[in-house]
């Protein structure tokens, strides 16, 4: 609910113009890149719709762009998350035929594993870094979704009690 309401949606309009400035900024960057090497000025254009997508994303739930074009690590997670959803796409002969789903023939359960691990990971120091400023007290002044989860202790009365560091890079993912 902390992310749906109206109010926290008109907020994050000046978040949202970042990310599309950004964007547009590295667009026009690549493609005088490419007109200076002689090329025609193209660009991936959907490379660069995920990065903002993904960025508004991150901006909303961890105050902070997930992906950078010039970072490693943004080109990590941009690699894995695109091979996950390749994987999670691709037709699976294990799943019409049951019982060779053990085998994995295609392998496409044991990349699917390795690369969301990938992405696990990265979010994972995300998520440290986070717990690292609230314990040296280094807490900044607005509440994203990773802080509420953080927050968040259940009356158990449901079964639910404080959410795992797991199961919070699992809802942000």
Same mark, same amino acid.
């Given at each position: $609910?902390?992310?749906?309401n109206? %109010? @926290?949606?008109?907020?994050?309009?000046?978040?949202?113009? %970042?990310?599309? +400035?950004? $964007?547009?900024i590295?667009?026009?960057e690549?493609?005088?890149?490419?007109?200076?090497?002689?090329?025609?000025?193209?660009?991936q254009?959907?490379?660069?719709l995920?990065? $903002?997508?993904?960025?508004?994303?991150g901006?909303?739930m961890?105050s902070? +762009?997930?992906l950078?074009?010039?970072?490693?690590?943004?080109?990590?997670?941009?690699?894995?998350?695109?091979k996950?959803?390749e994987w999670a796409?691709?037709?699976?002969?294990? +799943?019409?035929?049951?019982f060779?789903?053990?085998?994995?023939?295609?392998?496409?359960k @044991?990349?699917?594993?390795?690369d $969301?691990?990938?992405?696990?990971?990265?979010?994972?120091?995300?998520?440290k870094?986070?717990?690292?400023e609230?314990?040296?007290?280094?807490?900044?002044m607005? %509440? +994203?979704?990773?802080d509420?989860?953080?927050e968040?202790?259940?009356d158990?009365?449901?079964?639910?009690? %404080?959410?795992?560091?797991?199961?919070?890079?699992?809802i942000?993912?």
């Amino acid at each position: $609910m902390e992310l749906q309401n109206n %109010k @926290r949606i008109n907020e994050s309009a000046s978040l949202r113009q %970042k990310c599309i +400035d950004n $964007m547009i900024i590295w667009i026009e960057e690549d493609s005088a890149a490419s007109r200076a090497q002689g090329g025609t000025g193209e660009v991936q254009l959907v490379r660069f719709l995920f990065i $903002m997508a993904f960025n508004v994303v991150g901006n909303l739930m961890l105050s902070r +762009d997930i992906l950078d074009r010039q970072s490693d690590e943004g080109q990590l997670f941009f690699d894995a998350m695109n091979k996950v959803m390749e994987w999670a796409g691709k037709p699976n002969v294990a +799943d019409f035929l049951p019982f060779l789903k053990w085998l994995d023939p295609m392998r496409i359960k @044991r990349n699917m594993v390795r690369d $969301m691990g990938e992405c696990m990971k990265i979010i994972s120091g995300v998520v440290k870094e986070r717990v690292e400023e609230k314990q040296s007290g280094r807490e900044k002044m607005g %509440k +994203d979704l990773l802080d509420v989860l953080m927050e968040y202790e259940g009356d158990e009365k449901e079964g639910l009690g %404080k959410i795992s560091e797991r199961n919070v890079i699992i809802i942000i993912l």
